[in-house]
T-cell receptor
């Protein structure tokens, strides 16, 4: 069974440009999460989809970040315009239906974003 | 989610057992204790979880104190592949709504394994 995949693995862009990150969850996983770690900080939650609906977007830092999950399959996270402080590693995770505190989240390898 | 406290770093020798502690003195009765780890250049991966009783799986064991204010992740024989950052995370089974989906990561413990 394929795991969570993320594309691209690395991205280097200039301040002010737009970048779109993609996450393909494990097939059948209704729950999809985005997290990020910026330099020297802890991994922080960004948002949670259940199928195509945003269940919790309390961690989104500002309106430069737009996440979508059309059709409830893969998800994209767009940063527009990118700022220097957006540099970091963006992780996607997925989990099966029926979210609960016993649930296991499966993480992708991350996208390393560097904004110059 | 309740807060957890872990040592910043620990070291071990290969083939020896490793005990990674986690303090969670404000744990509630409905909090599950989860452990994840992050290997270098990879995303976090699930290790083990428990509520009250000790738990074993193919990766590790989880020992939970009787008062549940602390727990210990046990790697029975550390290998070089176990070098990672280990995270202890609490999740409330009754949080419901929008709050219990996310994982709240702390600083974790950096485990170094020496050959």
């Amino acid at each position: 069974e394929a795991g969570v995949t993320q594309f691209p693995s690395h991205s280097v862009i200039e301040k002010g440009q737009t970048v779109t990150l993609r996450c393909d969850p494990i097939s059948g996983h209704d729950n999809l999460y985005w997290y990020r770690r910026v330099m020297g900080k802890e991994i922080k939650f960004l948002l949670h989809f259940v199928k195509e609906s945003k269940q919790d977007e309390s961690g989104m830092p500002n309106n430069r970040f737009l996440a979508e999950r059309t059709g409830g399959t893969y998800s994209t996270l767009k940063v527009q315009p990118a700022e220097l402080e957006d540099s970091g590693v963006y992780f996607c995770a997925s989990s099966p239906p029926r979210t609960s505190a016993k649930e296991t989240q499966y993480f992708g390898p991350g996208t390393r974003l560097l904004v110059l | 989610d309740a807060k957890t406290t872990q040592p910043n770093s620990m070291e071990s020798n290969e083939e020896e057992p490793v005990h990674l502690p986690c303090n969670h003195s404000t744990i509630s009765g409905t909090d599950y204790i989860h452990w994840y780890r992050q290997l270098p250049s990879q995303g976090p991966e699930y290790v083990i979880h428990g509520l009250t009783s000790n738990v074993n799986n193919r990766m590790a064991s989880l020992a939970i104190a009787e008062d549940r204010k602390s727990s210990t992740l046990i790697l029975h024989r550390a290998t070089l592949r176990d070098a990672a950052v280990y995270y202890c995370i609490l999740r409330d089974i009754y949080a419901g709504g929008t709050s219990y989906g996310k994982l709240t990561f702390g600083q974790g413990t950096i485990l170094t394994v020496h050959p």
